[in-house]
């Protein structure tokens, strides 16, 4: 069964904080591994591809373990506008054209 | 300016009343995907096409047709709406197969 499991938040941080999203799959055969963001009542937009040998991104930070099939977003020095709901999104299998969503966490920072 | 558009925006219909989404990238872009979203049940895709005429189911096709006649479009179709139907679309392309996905802005269907 295709399946994304994230952290069911919300999560309501200061700003300046760091925090943490986590994130499994359960198709060992996925290939492809992303985080996007969604701001209320709007599309999703790419945040950031995951990669294997993890990848940084200013404030963002995103790691992949393949061995327990789990992939985390960090940002750190959080910012106001920071606050979105984060979607992990996995390929459904090797060469699929298919995405499987996560139900995403909201994170609210915090004046 | 590289965009996908989805028209209408917003539609209240009445239970059986045929409807057409479009959805138009001009990003030459190969792969289109229709999208619902469903509070409490994340995204989920309707149906999605490699390539002009080829198409093929996604997790939740029941009540829905596509087509791609035409590389920069992909409208969703729904014969005979049903309030389950209610939902937030998102008409989505990317490059190839599981690049950056572009999302258009989303239309808000709700039957009644």
């Known amino acids: 069964r295709k399946e994304v499991e994230q952290d069911p938040g919300p999560f309501n941080v200061p700003e300046g904080a760091t925090v943490a999203f986590n994130c499994t799959y359960s198709n060992s055969a996925s290939q492809s591994f992303f985080w996007y963001r969604q701001d209320c009542r709007k599309e999703p937009k790419l945040l950031m591809s995951v990669y294997s040998s993890g990848n940084e991104d200013g404030r963002f930070t995103a790691q992949l373990n393949r061995a327990s099939q789990y992939i985390s977003l960090l940002i750190r020095d959080s910012k106001l506008s920071d606050s979105a709901t984060y979607l992990c999104v996995v390929s459904t299998g090797a060469g699929s054209y298919q995405l499987t969503f996560g139900k995403g966490t909201k994170l609210s920072v915090i004046p | 300016e590289a965009q996908v558009t989805q028209n209408p925006r917003y539609l209240i219909t009445v239970t059986g009343k045929k409807l057409t989404v479009t959805c138009s990238q001009n990003?030459?872009?190969?792969?289109m995907s229709w999208y619902r979203q469903d509070p409490g049940l994340g995204l989920r895709q309707i149906y999605y096409s490699m390539n002009v005429e080829v198409t093929d189911k996604g997790d939740v096709p029941e009540g829905y047709k596509v087509s791609r006649k035409e590389k920069r479009n992909f409208p969703l179709i729904l014969e005979s709406p049903s309030p389950n139907q209610t939902s937030l679309y998102f008409c989505?392309?990317?490059?190839?197969?599981?690049?950056?996905?572009?999302f258009g802005p989303g239309t808000r269907l709700t039957v009644t």
């Open positions: 990003m030459n872009h190969e792969y």
């Open positions: 989505a392309s990317s490059l190839g197969r599981v690049n950056e996905q572009y």
